[in-house]
């Protein structure tokens, strides 16, 4: 007996149609509010990809932008949303995910003048963080950045502290570049395992301390005045340390109150 020849309904494959909402979707939808005067910014463990501006004093939008070819929701929409009363902490937690966050003006005539402190945690993944022309108002204001695992890069430009600055990128391959910063108290990093990148350039801190973590690492402090002292730990691994053109206790036979330590 011949075998049946398949017919072409049983050959054609379904085809079935995917939305654009439900691709837009998976950058993630980020949930933003006010409450007593702290603006917080929550996100979920897709790539959330944020903008974070101030527009006028107690006023800041919140924009979602394209990351992982995806555009980010906030509140469930795609247009930047306002929000007003600021008049506390900035708080950013984005989660998991391959998370974008950028944070103050766009030049100097646009600087953010923050009314407390800002805390960013993009949580576990390959996270990017930029602040920029962004400043503290007061002299106990913080700052203070977390990326949890992953290869994180840290970006600041033109940034003033009034109090103490930390930056902790966990473990992984992280790069933290800081251009024109000014730290009142002290600029504290932590880079956990990893072949990791510290660059701090043309800044003005009351003191620094990098500890590197272990493996192979790089640092570099250059055109720099630290006020009272700094260390620039390697950690365990080979580590190379470029010190340049810093200001008088730096540049003494390499350094006179900065202290390179390597294990």
Not at 90 to 116: A, F, M
Request: net charge neutral; proline share 2%.
């Amino acid at each position: 007996m011949a075998a049946k020849t398949p017919s072409k309904r049983q050959n054609r494959r379904g085809l079935r149609l995917e939305s654009l909402e439900d691709r837009k979707m998976m950058a993630g939808n980020v949930g933003a509010y006010v409450s007593y005067g702290t603006l917080y910014v929550n996100g979920d463990n897709a790539s959330n990809g944020l903008n974070i501006t101030q527009v006028a004093p107690g006023t800041f939008d919140v924009a979602g932008s394209y990351t992982g070819g995806a555009a980010t929701r906030v509140n469930g929409s795609y247009a930047p949303v306002r929000f007003y009363g600021v008049t506390d902490d900035v708080r950013v937690n984005t989660k998991d995910g391959n998370d974008r966050v950028v944070i103050g003006g766009t030049s100097e005539s646009t600087r953010d003048i923050l009314p407390d402190d800002l805390f960013v945690d993009t949580g576990n993944g390959a996270d990017f963080v930029r602040v920029q022309w962004l400043s503290n108002r007061d002299y106990n204001d913080r700052i203070n950045i977390n990326t949890g695992w992953g290869n994180d890069r840290v970006e600041m430009y033109k940034v003033v502290c009034r109090d103490y600055m930390n930056i902790n990128t966990a473990q992984n391959w992280d790069t933290v570049d800081l251009n024109y910063i000014t730290v009142g108290k002290k600029l504290s990093y932590y880079g956990g395992a990893g072949n990791d990148n510290f660059n701090l350039n043309r800044a003005i801190v009351d003191q620094v301390y990098a500890d590197m973590g272990s493996e192979n690492d790089r640092a570099s402090v250059r055109n720099t005045t630290v006020k009272t002292h700094g260390v620039v730990h390697g950690g365990y691994g080979i580590d190379t340390f470029n010190l340049y053109n810093n200001n008088r206790w730096l540049s003494h036979s390499g350094m006179e109150r900065f202290t390179r330590v390597n294990s």
